[in-house]
């Protein structure tokens, strides 16, 4: 395989093929149900934040750019861009918006028990533990880029349309796992989800560092091309990796502030003065449905 056909799955020259402009097209329909359905929920009166609707759509949009516009550099460093903004990037920024916790509030009742019961159905706590999320996401980008799956993508047209498809899904189920912002069948304490971050990083990592000394069983690239996509996936894998665990902080330090308050107010009630109202502080993760 040479260089050259590491370029994705195009029709005509520099056009996009049927499965990018599907992308483009699905992530444009959920940035726009997502804001209808925000707009309704301000409407009836209920409060909900702007930044998770500019979140949801700075990631529909970064999923529209990589699906549609063609990233600067070799044919291999341009892969790697999409693959960092397809399974890291956008998935980081949807995970924020809260998109599972909007559609409980929008749903009329009997949709809205249905969705809770999928949620807490045993195959979705499964998928949905911080364990299992890392090892379909990082464990996918290994098998892929470590063995001859990427070159076979190259040969078999539904291959190249279902990798990237596995790589946003499992992205946005380690990311919703990992902030556990919106409802889950269980909520999984700091440490876990910490200690995951922490290996999934790791094995991130190394993965990159291998793409260095060689590119994916099967395909060719030039040295040049092949240091730059390793360096897009390793550097680029840091930031989203970072954010992560700064939102894991903030919310072990609002929990470490409710535990406070809640003990402020315990040792009031029991000398008999009125307890303090709570600082405001950072946000934590949302009650089920909030």
């Known amino acids: 395989m040479n260089a050259h056909e590491f370029a994705p799955h195009q029709h005509g020259a520099g056009q996009p093929g049927a499965a990018a402009l599907l992308a483009a097209a699905g992530a444009l329909s959920g940035a726009v149900a997502y804001l209808l359905a925000a707009h309704r929920l301000r409407r009836r009166g209920d409060r909900w934040p702007p930044a998770r609707d500019a979140a949801f759509v700075a990631g529909a949009a970064a999923l529209m750019a990589a699906a549609l516009v063609p990233p600067p550099g070799g044919p291999f460093t341009a892969h790697m861009a999409r693959h960092l903004t397809t399974g890291m990037a956008a998935p980081l920024l949807l995970a924020l918006a809260r998109p599972i916790t909007l559609t409980l509030r929008s749903l009329p009742p009997l949709p809205h028990r249905r969705l809770l019961a999928v949620l807490g159905s045993r195959p979705v706590a499964f998928v949905a533990n911080p364990v299992a999320a890392a090892l379909l996401d990082v464990g996918g980008l290994w098998l892929l880029y470590r063995t001859p799956l990427f070159a076979a993508a190259h040969e078999r047209p539904w291959l190249s349309v279902l990798i990237p498809l596995h790589v946003f899904a499992a992205g946005l189920l380690f990311s919703a796992s990992v902030c556990s912002l919106d409802p889950l069948p269980r909520r999984h304490g700091t440490a876990l989800r910490a200690a995951v971050l922490i290996g999934a990083g790791a094995a991130h990592s190394v993965l990159a560092k291998t793409l260095y000394a060689a590119p994916p069983p099967g395909t060719q690239s ?40 809640h003990e402020v107010r315990r040792t009031a009630a029991r000398a008999g003065r009125p307890a303090p109202q709570p600082a405001s502080g950072p946000a934590g993760s949302a009650p089920y449905g909030q």
């Open 222 to 261: 030039t040295p040049g091309d092949l240091a730059r996509a390793a360096e897009v996936m390793y550097y680029g894998g840091d930031l989203v990796e970072i954010t992560l665990a700064v939102v894991i902080g903030l919310q072990w330090y609002a929990a470490g502030a409710r535990r406070l308050a």
